[in-house]
């Protein structure tokens, strides 16, 4: 497994990262609000940062985390969301880059070893692993879904 992944989590605050996959680098990781409620302007503004990270970065793969809804959870979140993951969808396909979904359970695991760690867990593990300091959980989530991605595919590898 060659390139970089670009590992989202896609939230009111979208959290991106790019890891090489040979050096296991962080490349870059930002969490950024996407807009404060006009949604046209949230997805447009997800669409030019995925612009932007994909020219730059040239990603190989793309891994997004997958949808998880509280029961609480408002009508409008799962449509929101939707749109959010759509966009990301249509900039990888448009450079055809593969996308692959990890639930946030599987990401745990894939980091702390438990798949009902704590945010806080995810948190440590990340910052000491890349010894950077994340700005919040969507920075942190975006790093620890690209890194299930890229351990998830040296597995699958590892099996043929």
Known sequence: MRGTVIGLDLAEKLGLSI??????R????????LSHGDPQERLLNLRNLLVEAINRYQPTEMAIEDVFLPAKTSRKTPI?????????RLCAAEKNIPVFFYAARQVKQAVTGFGNASKEDVVHWIQSEFNIKVKDDNEADAIS????????????????
């Open 80 to 88: 929101s969301l939707g749109e959010l993951r759509g966009v990301a």
């Open 26 to 33: 962080l490349l870059f990781s930002m969490s950024r609000k």
């Open 145 to 160: 879904i690209a890194w299930t991605h890229i351990m998830m595919r040296r597995f699958e590898l590892a099996q043929k």
């Open 19 to 24: 890891v090489d996959t040979q050096t296991n």
